[in-house]
């Protein structure tokens, strides 16, 4: 049974930052894509980034790029979302997502298993 637990959400004032982590568990997953989703409230849940277990590709979305670091921990079984520079509109709750194989997609429905998610909530 695959389990994703996510953490590190908090309150943060603009330009702060913070390191999202998935902690991931229950399978080999060498040959899984993970991702990162988020939702705000009254919006539908949105793809920020994504990575090849291995590392070999990432992907982001353009809102994020240049702010948002993703990464693999592959010792730790842990996915990481390093977030720079946070403005109010990144407010929501972060989800951790993860599909067996193929590539980091950026639409949820290709996403096998999901965390609870972490809040994230930014002061202006």
């Known amino acids: 049974q695959v389990q994703l637990v996510e953490s590190g959400g908090g309150l943060v004032q603009t330009g702060g930052s913070l390191r999202l982590s998935c902690a991931a568990s229950g399978r080999t997953f060498s040959s899984y894509a993970m991702g990162w989703f988020r939702q705000a409230p009254g919006k539908e849940r949105e793809f920020v980034a994504g990575?090849?277990?291995?590392?070999?590709?990432?992907n982001y979305a353009d809102s994020v790029k240049g702010r948002f670091t993703i990464s693999v921990d592959n010792a730790k079984k842990t996915v990481y979302l390093q977030i720079y520079s946070l403005k109010p509109e990144d407010t929501a709750v972060y989800y951790c997502a993860a599909k067996s194989g193929g590539w980091p997609e950026r639409t949820a429905q290709h996403y096998d298993y999901w965390g609870q998610g972490t809040q994230v909530t930014v002061s202006s």
């Open positions: 990575i090849k277990w291995s590392g070999a590709m990432t």
